[in-house]
Structures are given as structure tokens and as C-alpha cells.
């Protein structure tokens, strides 16, 4: 399944890190600022965290933002912990799917839309829990508040491939996101999109998930972008 495949990219949320966006809202909400409901997305940040996330505004203007939204003193503690519960965790399945991957020769790298006040809860404490570091499981981690672009603009994938010197051609990149997934095609990428909370170790003949080699698991064509932008996947 991975003939000429030397490099896999892995989308960290909706990909590696399960979320929970009702109960990211709710810790929002909690401290008052109810303006989440319109900002937070797991697919593509809106006005303010967008902004966040592409790294045009720093830690400190967002936590501002909240306090000035909320129209009460927050703590900047306080503003974290209701931003990082939107992050479930990593299963360790998928860590060790990560190191296995590496082990095999194959060089894994992750692109992802994220911003500065999450990340280092996902660094220090998601991807440290087998006593292991991020740089343990990726080459290099592509972040969009560091690279000031967003999925799906081509400019982060280009700047991503001009950075760490893959070919396109011999790289799978995995996301949740069907426009995400177009972008990389028409760069040339193979592509996967899997399912919320997938064991999609298969794609590696890795695990349980053998079963459903059957399916497509790589995206080829238009036809199938248009299938899952209908929800619908192969």
C-alpha cells in the first residue's frame, strides 16, 4: 500500500489528537466568553483565532481578546486551560504507530493549523506520555502560527516541501479535512482522510484495521474529493 512512498505527513488535530469541541465551548463559556461558539472549528479557525493561528496576532493579544469579549478579569492560566480541553488526547496506539513508521525508514513529519497557546500542551504533555519527545516522532513539525499560513493554502505546503526536500510523489499526507486533502493533491500528494477517531493503522498493515483493506485508502482522483465533500468516503 506504501509502494514508493517515502514520507508520511500527519495532520495532528482531528488526525493524531482526538477533540472535543462541546466541551471546549462549555470551558469557554464557563469564564464568559461566549464569542467561542463562532470562532472554534475543527477544520478552519474563524476571525480572531484565525488570525491566532496564522500567527498574525500574538499569546497576549488573544487573551486580551477574551477578557475584552468576556467583559471581566480572566487569568491568562485560566484562558489556556479552557483552550486545551479542546484537545482529548492522543491514543498511545497512534504514538507507537508514529515511532513504527520511523523505525521502518520512512521519514513522518506533521502539518497542522494550530496556535501557540495550545501547542505546548500538546509538545510537554499529548506526545510525552511514553517518556518520549515530539522530535521522538516527527523529523519536523510544520505549524501554521510558525510558517504564517493556513491549510488549505497551497503557500504551507509549498513552504513545507521547499523546508524538508520531499517529493510530493513519494509522500502520503493524512488529514480530516476534504479541502485540505484537494490542495495536497493538486501538489501532487497521495492523500487519506480518516474518519473521526479512526484506527487507521491499516494503512500501514498495522494493526487491527486490516480489515478494511478492501477500501480505498488513498484518494487518486476528483471523484473521490467530491465523494467525501458529499460526506461520503470509499
Known sequence: MLQG?????????????????????????????TEIDDLIDSY????FLGRLERGDVTNDDFYDYVRRSAGRVIADDEIRRAFTSFLA????????????QRERGFRTYALSNINDVVFPFVRDVLFTQEGLQLDDYFEKAY???EMHELKPSPEIYRKMIEKSGMRPEA??????NAENLHTAQE????????RPREDFRFLFDDGPGRRYQKRKTVIRNERHIAAIRGGHSE
Open 44 to 47: 478552519h479557525p474563524k476571525g
Open 89 to 100: 488526547g492522543i491514543p498511545r496506539y497512534k504514538l507507537q504507530m508514529v515511532r513504527t
Open 143 to 145: 505549524l501554521s502560527y
Open 187 to 194: 501538489l501532487g500528494f497521495h492523500v487519506y482522510m480518516p
Open 5 to 33: 512512498i517515502e514520507n508520511i505527513v500527519f495532520d495532528l488535530g482531528g488526525v493524531m489528537i482526538d477533540l472535543d469541541r462541546a466541551r471546549c465551548v462549555e470551558e469557554f463559556h464557563k469564564i464568559g466568553f
Open 171 to 176: 509522500t502520503l499526507f493524512i488529514d480530516d
